[in-house]
Structures are given as C-alpha cells and as structure tokens.
C-alpha cells in the first residue's frame, strides 16, 4: 500500500466521538434547521388560510344581503274595468298597480308625490302582477295579496347599506372649521352662532353716500384673507359664513356709517346652516340625495308600521336572468350558459384529450417528434387564457363564421383551455396503473390496443376524472376568453337558451355586475361569487369523491 | 431473492421431480422450443450472446443464474415479451413445434396465447376471481356459451390448485387473495387459454416458504400437460422441481442438461463455482 493509501485507509476508519462539543453543535444546528423548515411551512399554511377565510368572509359580508330581499305585501283590486279577459297579458297593469298602492296613502295627490310614491317599489311589480293575473285569471274582479318587491333604493336602505341621512359636511370642510374654532374665531351656537372677524372698511368700496351699494363680500374676503392667506382657503371659507353675511354688514354700516375707515374688531359674520349645527357640537345631516323627498321615507315607515314588508328569501338571485334593476338581477341565464359552455367543453376535451393521452402514452413511438409534441402540450397548459380567446375569436368567429356570444364557440374555446390539462393529467393517471397489469394481459395474449382498453383506461379512470373535473371547474371560472367571443352578452330573459343562443357566463356575469354603479349590485356581485365558488367546491368534491371511492391500491 | 447456497453441494437434496424423465417405452424426447443463435441487443448493449437450447415438451425446464446473466430477457425472447422494448432487438431463431415464432408472419399476439407467462409479482387485474381466469377465454373467444366459460374457469381453479380455497368467493376481488393464492390465480389465468408452454419469471421470489412449497408441487403437477420453463433465483428450487437446467452467466448458456447432472457433476467450472456459491 502506498502511503496515501494509508492515510486513506486510516481516515476511514477513524472514530466519530459522538459526545464531543462539535457534535453537540452539530445537533443542534440540525434540530433548529428543522423547526425552521416547520416554522416556514405553518406560516404559509396559515398565512394562505387567513387570506382565504378573509376573502370568503368578506364575500360573505358583503354577499348576504342579496339573498334575502325587501318586499311589500300589497291588496290590488283587479278592476274588471281595466282588464280584457280575452288579453290578459295587455290590460294596464301599471295603473291597477298604481291605484292599489295609492289607496294606502290618500293625501297623496300630486302626479310628482304620486310618481315618488311609486318609484318605492320595483319597476317589475306590474309585470308580477301581470304574470298573476295570466297565472289566475279567476281571479279578475277579486282583490289579491301580491308580494311586491321594493325599488333597490329602498331595498338598500331597509337593508342597511344606504342612510335616510348623510353627513353634510365633508372631512376637509370640517377640518377648515376645526382650525377656525381652534383659534377661537367661533362663538354661540346653532343659529346664532358667528365668525369672529377683524374688517377694515375701506372707504373705496364703501361709499359713506351710497351704503348699499358697498362691496360687502371683498370687505368680508380682505377680513378673512387676515386670517389665513390662500385665497383657496378665503373662497372656501365663505362657504362657513351664511350667504345674508353681506347683508348684516350692510344694516350694520348704515347702523354705524361712522365705522366706515375704521377696522370693526371681532365682527360677527353668522354662520351657515351645517356649520352652525357643527358650532353646536352636533354632525350636521342632510337627506339622502339618492331618495326623491323624506315623503317616501314616511311612506316607507307607515308600510312597515302595518307590517306589510317582509325580507323573504331571494328566489330572484337564482330564477331570474339578468336586469337593468339589481333587486331583480338574477343568475339563472348565466348558470344555464356555463353549464352549456361547459357540456361543450366536457363533449370536445374529454374524448379528444383521453384519445391524444392515450395514443402519446401507450402507442406513439418515442421520438423527436412525439417529444416535440409533449413539450409544446405542456407548454400550452401555461398559455394565458385570453389568448385562447382570441384565437376562438379569429378562428370560430371569423374563419368559421359561427355566431357571437353562444355558449357553444365559448365551449369551444373553454376546450382549448381545458385540453391540455386533460392530457396532462390523463398521461399521468394512465403512468401511475403499474407496468405488471399490462404485463398481465399481455402474457395471456391480449393485444395493445386490448391492454388499454380493457385494463389501462379503466384503472386510470379515476385519475382521468379528477382531471377532467379540475379541468372543468378551471374552465368554469374562465372570464377573459369568454369577454373576447361576447360571452358578456346582457340577456334578461331565460325564455331562450339553447347552444347557438347569445348568453352570459357566471364569470362574466360577476364581471358585468361589478361594472355596473347601482348599489345593489355589490351585493349582487359578491353573491354571484358565493354561487361561483359553491358550484367550484361542489366539483371539486366530486372530484376528490371520485378519487378515494374508486382509486385502487396496488 | 438471492438464496445464494452457503452450502456444500452434496447437501442439495434433488427431490423425485429431479430425476430424470421417465420416458415411457417408445416415445421419443420431444423438443417443444428450439433456440438457435439467440442474441438481444438493447441498444448497443448485447444482453444475450448467442444462445441455443432445445427445451422439452412436458418437462420442467430451470434457468439459473446470477443477476443480470439474461436468463429473464431470454425467457422473454420465447413469448416476443421483449417486442414491448423500445430500443430492443433480438437476433437468431426460436422455433416452436418447427415455426420460427419470429417469423412475421406469425401474431405476436396469438403466441402469447401459446405461452402463456407467470411473472416474478402475483398481478391478478384488479377485477373479480372469475373475471381474472376468464379474461384470457374470452378475448380468444375460446367459450361460446357462458356455461362453457364457467367450465373452464372452474377447471383452471381446479388444476392451478386453488378452486377448493375460493369457490364461495369466486366473484370477489382477486386482489384480496394472499401473495401465494394470487401467485396461484395467475397460474390459473395462464392455464385458462390452454396455452402449450408456460413461462414463469422467478414465480416464487415474492412469496413465502409455505406458498412456495405449493406453487413448486403445483408446478410439478401441471408438467404433465404443459411445457414449463421456469426462471429461478434458488437453486433448491430448480433442483426440486425441474427435469433440466440451463446456466447463464453474462449473457451466455454456460451449460444445460439434466438437473441432477448440473447439480451434481458440471461439466463447466464456472457452474461449478456458482452451484457452489463461489460467486452470484
């Protein structure tokens, strides 16, 4: 042996002393780097669980309120007078409608507090009444009881997102008449509450001849520019002061025409309404612009006194198609055009995407053509979406010529998407039936293609499915592609739906509902999200169903 | 796996099946499989150098070896198991009952059918008792009748030895077997399309001692009907059950002949060496 050798030979063997101070370090460098790398892991864990309860309580939060909705139980005579039995669905219902709800309140007269009146209840209560009517024409001479839901103003207001009253002063005009009682310039209260301010009345806006005719606000603008200089805050400021300002210090200077040259000290310039109210201590309010008269509130107020509103469950959010009118909007078309779309793209992706796995894993020859392939399925899996979308744009839309915002090209195009998932995920399930079953039906003389389909296929089902479906549930909340073939499409009626009809999305209804600036909509929004993210978990526990009831261990 | 003998030779008891074929007054020593010249290459790598061997008809015949010697690729070469390769390529000729089974003519297929292979881990489909032994019958077409298909599966049980152990649980799952019984479904599954040689690809490595003494005596017993050609690891076990043994040793038949003969007077050192676990 050489000495190297040796040397070798004598570190091979040489003795770990496993109660040295080096290997206590040792240890304990590794038993921390464990509780790291557990740290780590519980954080994400519970950072992810927070986001994700925040996310759903808020939509929760926010979402509840559009499943339940404000309605009046209202007595409507059906004056035979007004309704032609031979053409229920024309008689004017507006006007049944309109006499019935002004019976409640009969000092209402005027067409303006009439039309107030009925701007309380949903533009769509005629068109209830009318479909009652078609329903019950026995009824006809009768006085009903109908459920009418109320305008989403008021539904807003009964459900607590929108005030009767809002603050009438704005944070920054508060602040400005904070820093003028700070310095002691604001005196009484109320109505009688003023603005303490030195004027200098100068004698060539003031003529002691002609008083009335003096430039009363540039004298009251120079007193207040003495305060503060910025002729922003000055132009604001006169905003505190009430507007017959002027005229007090008009009566006053033809009180007192000798002040003219002087400076009056600390005169008071009252102040307006809202600040006065401020002066007080209390937060001025004003009516809600958002509401026609504080009659309505009234009105409101008396129906509830009677007990004829109630907040029953919103059938509307799942039986209606959608509406200009939040309290009407609902999400039957968009359910009925997802679950079309995606028929279409379960039809199109799971028969190609098993037979494109199936022939790349169990027969194609393995080459560069088939690895070329391969990397550029994977490489599809990662293409954006939109970008499927606009190529069903120009190819299914242009090419083709096939028809704007159906739900069978969104189907189509939710296939593109979908397919490579499926593929994927087949090749993989159809990888994981071991090699010893193919075996097994090879050595009893079954042919490839028999392998396949009568072993392979069928054990990788499973796996095929849970696929398929989170394929599925990825196409469901697909948005952007569908935006590109006109899958938005405002459709209020469910009277036509089919495969070539225009028709909306869950997600593009959820985006079409965000864009929209009636309140009611937030709360719609976040609903349509809830029912979203329902019918994803439902999928997706379908999938996992699928996988621990029929996925064999080997 | 890897029972490598620590042990003298003589202490190797060669049960009656060991001894030499009793060849009935008259009949002739029928060779079912004729290998000429038999190479596979995977790729540039040449696994089996040139192997011939004739292999009798209704005898057991054991190929021994050290891992990696090519006793399982050549093995495969008898039933085209090795078509399945991709890079895998198979020179010379074997012939059964005179047809060259390389030939293209011939379904590769329907060989299969013919011999039939057991392999190294029990594999029954995930599928009923019934439906594992009647896979074969039916994609043959070999029953027309389902009366006829039960027949056959009953008799397969019957003759794989297991038929008593199962027959009130014939239609539940064969993956609920123990690791013997299943070894012996599959024994039946292959029986089931008559087959005339079987193939076993170390049959008994995954089982234990009992399960094994039951596979080698059920082996014995089908030896009566069938070609067997058996692919061993323990050489008690090709001692105790075949008629003839061949040894490989990297990729070449170093010797063949009559078990009792290898076992007890190699003509070859190198099988000398192995029997007695000078190495392997």
Known sequence: MTDAALEADAGFNRQQDWASEANARRLKKRYAANRRLQIYGLTAIALAIGLLGTLISSLVIEGYKAFYQSKATLEIRLDPALIDPSNLADANYRRIFNTAIEQYFPEVTSPTEKRQLSDIFSNESRYALRDYVVANPGQIGQTVKLKVSLSDPFDQLEKGVIPRYVEALTDAEKARFEFLANRGLIEGRGADAALKVNLFIDPQKVNAADIPSGQFRDIIGDGLRSIVRNSDFVERSFDIIRGDATEVLKAHLIANPGSIGQIIENFKLPLSQHYGTLASGQTPMVFNGRFASEKQFEWLDRLKSQNMVSYPFASELFVNATSRFPELAGLAGAIAGSFYALMVCFLISFPLGIAAAVYLEEFAPKNRWTDLIEVNINNLAAVPSVVFGLLGLAVFLNTFGLPRSVPLVGGMVLALITLPTIIITTRAALKAVPPSIREAALGVGASKHQVVMHHVLPLAMPGIMTGVIIGLAHALGETAPLLLIGMNAFIPSIENIGLLEPATALPTQIYAWADSPERGFVARTSAAILVLLGFLVVMNGIAIFLRQRFERKW | ?280
Do not use: W
């Not at chain 2, 029972?3 to 009935?24: I, K, R, T």
């Not at chain 2, 881990?121 to 298909?149: C, E, M, Q, T």
């Not at chain 2, 599954?189 to 596979?215: F, G, N, Q």
């Not at chain 2, 070609?227 to 008690?236: D, K, L, R």
């Open chain 2, 1 to 280: 796996m890897n029972e490598v003998p620590q042990m003298d030779q003589s202490n190797f008891s060669l049960g009656a099946a060991a001894s030499a074929v009793p060849l009935a007054p008259g009949q002739a020593v029928a060779n079912k499989l004729i290998a000429q010249k038999v190479s596979v290459f995977y790729g540039e790598k040449q696994a089996l150098i040139d192997v011939s061997i004739d292999i009798r008809d209704k005898a057991v015949t054991s190929f021994i070896g050290p891992s990696g010697c090519g006793k399982s690729t050549f093995l495969r070469c008898l039933n085209r198991m090795n078509d399945f390769i991709d890079n895998a390529r198979v020179t010379g000729s074997v012939e059964m009952d005179g047809v060259n089974i390389y030939d293209p003519s011939l379904d590769p297929v329907q060989l299969r059918a013919r011999v039939g292979m057991v392999f190294q881990k029990p594999n029954p489909f995930p599928k009923s008792i019934f439906d594992n032994v009647a896979y074969g019958p039916r994609i043959h077409g070999l029953a027309s009748a389902k009366s006829d298909l039960e027949e056959i599966v009953v008799t397969s049980l019957e003759k794989a030895g297991l038929y008593k152990e199962v027959k009130d649980r014939i239609h539940e799952a064969g993956t609920g077997l123990s690791g013997g019984q299943q070894q012996r479904l599959c024994i039946a599954r292959a029986i089931a399309v008559s087959p005339e040689v079987i193939l076993m690809d170390e049959p008994c490595s995954a089982l234990d001692p009992i399960a094994t003494a039951k596979i080698e005596e059920l082996i014995d017993e089908l030896r009566e009907n069938f070609c067997i050609v058996i692919v061993t690891h323990s050489m008690q076990q090709a001692a105790r059950v075949s008629q003839r043994t061949a040894f490989f040793h990297l990729g070449i038949l170093v010797e063949e002949g009559e078990t009792s003969q290898i076992f007890t007077n190699p003509r070859e050192p190198r099988t000398q060496d192995y029997i007695t676990g000078r190495f392997g």
